[in-house]
């Protein structure tokens, strides 16, 4: 591979990181705050590409190829699954397996005076464990559905501090009116209070508090699948 086929994969590349950064495509990669870097990295490996590509045009005009090796076309391989394959976020399969990122929050501001409150996944979790706030208020939380080997559901959300490599789940366990048939990865709306209940994830130790269900609907996957606000 020559120093101007490498600048065309640098290009597909440049170009790839500028589609997934245009579209929600980047999300399934890292957090929505990185999307400006995506766009400029984008941008930076498409101006280098296309600098290369003409210094190596002239160099070759005038009598001086670089030949590179072979081995250098597998750079090719994950620009062309950057470009083709979407990978689905992380769900009930890797909940189950990883012990719960819950944390001590560092504060709790009040809620709102309207019912049902809406919260997320991390938020209803840190209050039910940690906060005592919920007492008499019915919550309204939106997550996937994920069942452990005794058949527990939980409702998920996989908290995100960077990328999708670094995703671990915040985890509620659900008891009282759940539907008949539970289907794992399938995003609910779910309504209910605090059950008053806490148990341990026996992945690690971490506090998984219950909601106790009294309706549930559900819902399409948000465009974003990850909760960015457990370590805010």
């Given at each position: 591979?020559?120093?101007?086929?490498?600048?065309?994969?640098?290009?597909?590349?440049?170009?790839?990181?500028?589609?997934?950064?245009?579209?929600?495509?980047?999300?399934?990669?890292?957090?929505?705050?990185?999307?400006?870097?995506?766009?400029?990295?984008?941008?930076?490996?498409?101006?280098?590409?296309?600098?290369?590509?003409?210094?190596?045009?002239?160099?070759?005009?005038?009598?001086?190829p670089h030949p590179?090796?072979?081995?250098?076309?597998?750079?090719?391989?994950?620009?062309?699954?950057?470009?083709?394959?979407?990978?689905?976020?992380?769900?009930?399969?890797?909940?189950?397996?990883?012990?719960?990122?819950?944390?001590?929050?560092?504060?709790?501001?009040?809620?709102?005076?309207?019912?049902?409150?809406?919260?997320?996944?991390?938020?209803?979790?840190?209050?039910?464990?940690?906060?005592?706030?919920?007492?008499?208020?019915?919550?309204?939380?939106?997550?996937?559905?994920?069942?452990?080997?005794?058949?527990?559901?939980?409702?998920?959300?996989?908290?995100?501090?960077?990328?999708?490599?670094?995703?671990?789940?915040?985890?509620?366990?659900?008891?009282?009116?759940?539907?008949?048939?539970?289907?794992?990865?399938?995003?609910?709306?779910v309504t209910g209070?605090?059950?008053?209940?806490?148990?341990?994830?026996?992945?690690?130790?971490?506090?998984?508090?219950?909601?106790?269900?009294?309706?549930?609907?559900?819902?399409?996957?948000?465009?974003?699948?990850?909760d960015e606000t457990?370590?805010?």
């Amino acid at each position: 591979m020559n120093r101007q086929a490498q600048a065309a994969v640098m290009f597909l590349l440049g170009g790839a990181l500028l589609r997934a950064g245009s579209t929600d495509l980047y999300l399934r990669y890292v957090k929505s705050g990185l999307r400006p870097l995506v766009l400029v990295a984008g941008v930076v490996l498409t101006v280098v590409a296309l600098a290369t590509f003409w210094y190596e045009r002239k160099r070759a005009a005038a009598g001086h190829p670089h030949p590179e090796p072979r081995v250098a076309w597998l750079l090719v391989l994950p620009v062309l699954a950057l470009i083709l394959i979407a990978p689905p976020a992380l769900g009930s399969y890797s909940a189950v397996r990883t012990g719960t990122a819950l944390q001590p929050p560092y504060g709790l501001g009040p809620l709102p005076t309207a019912d049902p409150v809406r919260l997320s996944v991390v938020d209803y979790a840190s209050r039910a464990a940690y906060g005592h706030t919920l007492r008499g208020r019915t919550v309204r939380v939106t997550g996937f559905l994920a069942l452990d080997a005794e058949g527990t559901p939980y409702l998920v959300r996989m908290a995100l501090n960077c990328c999708a490599a670094d995703a671990r789940p915040v985890k509620v366990g659900l008891t009282g009116q759940l539907p008949p048939v539970l289907k794992p990865d399938a995003w609910l709306e779910v309504t209910g209070v605090d059950a008053s209940r806490r148990t341990r994830d026996p992945v690690n130790n971490g506090i998984i508090p219950y909601l106790r269900v009294t309706s549930v609907r559900p819902v399409a996957a948000p465009a974003d699948p990850y909760d960015e606000t457990w370590n805010t």
